[in-house]
């Protein structure tokens, strides 16, 4: 499930043995040579009072986020696919056999003599269809899973998308998840660049022991999803 929830959210919980998670799509765009997750439309921005201290946690700000449209596009389960580096040939083409706009053509991209230029154009003559439009104001993206645990229980997790300050991991705010090898690493920064777009989010987790960040959230998914995918 997803579903929008406007204006800006700033999320600072304290520290605590207790973890949330959160779904973290980091739009990056160019800027001077280098990329950057800010543009000058929050330069000037009002912010609201954090939630707890800025010192433990990196900031996050809503997106303009670019999603499908499904009166173009078509229904969203022909759309998605499996994270990238689960996907085979056999696979990738009965994704793109189920519709020449799902993601995979973009996320696993293929073309001589380069690929991730291919992914761009691919990618850019979609915005240009209509087949993905961009929000005209920022906004969180609260996000639900509905699933069964290895002891067959049923769970849901929660989680929003996002804007998170690109920072090194030198202030301890942002931290890697897992040992990650150069190869993947430098497909997905090649991808980034070519698209101007974060493919793939990142997972992250956060201390948020009072569950802070959901109920600021929650109220924005009281509506029927935005959009609903099994």
Known sequence: HANRAPGDLHCSPPDAPQLSQVLVGVILEREGGF?????????????????????????????????YDPAVAGPLPDVVAPPYDVIDASQRAELIARSPFNIVAVDLPQGEPDPYAAARELF??????GVLVRDEQPAVWAYTQDYSGPDGQARTRRGFFCRVRIEGYGPGRVRPHERTHPGPKEDRLRLTRATRANISPIFSLYSDPSNAAWKALEPATAAAPWGEVT
């Not at 800010?38 to 000037?44: F, I, L, Q, S, V």
Request: aromatic share 6%.
């Open 124 to 129: 850019e003559s979609w915005q240009q269809q």
């Open 35 to 67: 990329l950057s997750a800010w543009d000058e439309t929050h330069a000037n921005r009002k912010r609201l009072p954090l939630l707890a201290s800025a010192t433990v946690m990196t900031d996050v700000q809503p997106l303009r986020a670019l999603h």
